[in-house]
């Protein structure tokens, strides 16, 4: 385990259907970090939350909410997706640039399928 | 913003043989490149890093090597093994900034 916990691990919904993907870190980290892994394509950052600053990438669709309550939890609310949608969704924290834990540590992600 | 090439995107070797991954970057402003590795239905994990004050850091069988005038890094594996299979990805980060561009991976399949 890397201290990054995604629920849940498999996720099937309908184009109407809406839902909510969790990630929750217990590294004492300052960022994390919603990225999209869909097949043959890199990982897409999709939006970061750090103490300074949220980062949203502006080619992700308005169907994709995230919300960060605090510093060890993060969500991503999902509405009326498309099949397109469909991909493994991997969070991730770090303790941020010049540190010694710096690099990110990833959950094990959400494998989501939209029918 | 940064962008970060890598080659090839599929590298195929027999067991024992080296293996190595290149990868560009265009933000001279970029000072750490970090190195994950990810097997089939897995997590991505670090496997290793370097700064822009380095040219070369060595793990075991892993090194990767830095050329910050010509703004490219190399992962090298040595006397490779199957259980090295696995998607690599290169990565370039700005001094200052949270966020690492990565590269497309590169599948690596180690022959037994």
């Known amino acids: 385990e890397t201290g990054v916990t995604q629920t849940p691990r498999h996720l099937v919904m309908g184009m109407t259907n809406k839902k909510s993907l969790k990630c929750e870190q217990h590294?004492?980290?300052?960022?994390m970090y919603w990225y999209k892994q869909s097949a043959k394509k890199p990982l897409e950052l999709m939006f970061v939350y750090s103490l300074e600053e949220r980062v949203e990438n502006n080619s992700v669709p308005s169907r994709f909410s995230p919300e960060c309550p605090n510093s060890s939890h993060l969500f991503l609310h999902l509405h009326t997706l498309q099949p397109e949608d469909s991909a493994l969704y991997l969070c991730?924290?770090?303790?941020?640039?010049?540190?010694?834990?710096?690099?990110?540590?990833f959950g094990s992600g959400t494998q989501l399928s939209v029918l | 913003g940064e962008n970060v090439e890598q080659h090839p995107s599929t590298l195929s070797v027999q067991e024992g043989d080296s293996a190595v991954i290149k990868c560009t970057y265009s933000?001279?402003?970029?000072?750490?490149f970090p190195w994950y590795k990810q097997e089939l239905g897995k997590r991505p994990q670090l496997i290793i890093d370097?700064?822009?004050?380095?040219g070369e850091k060595k793990d075991q069988r892993i090194a990767v090597t830095l050329n910050k005038t010509a703004k490219h890094f190399s992962l090298h594996i040595t006397e490779t093994q199957p259980e090295d299979s696995a998607v690599y990805f290169c990565?370039?980060?700005?001094?200052?900034?949270?966020?690492?561009?990565f590269g497309r991976g590169t599948s690596l399949i180690v022959h037994p």
């Open positions: 370097i700064r822009s004050n380095v």
């Open positions: 991730a924290s770090s303790q941020g640039p010049g540190t010694t834990n710096e690099k990110l540590f």
């Open positions: 590294l004492g980290h300052n960022a």
């Open positions: 990565a370039a980060r700005k001094g200052g900034s949270y966020i690492p561009t």
């Open positions: 933000d001279s402003a970029s000072n750490y």
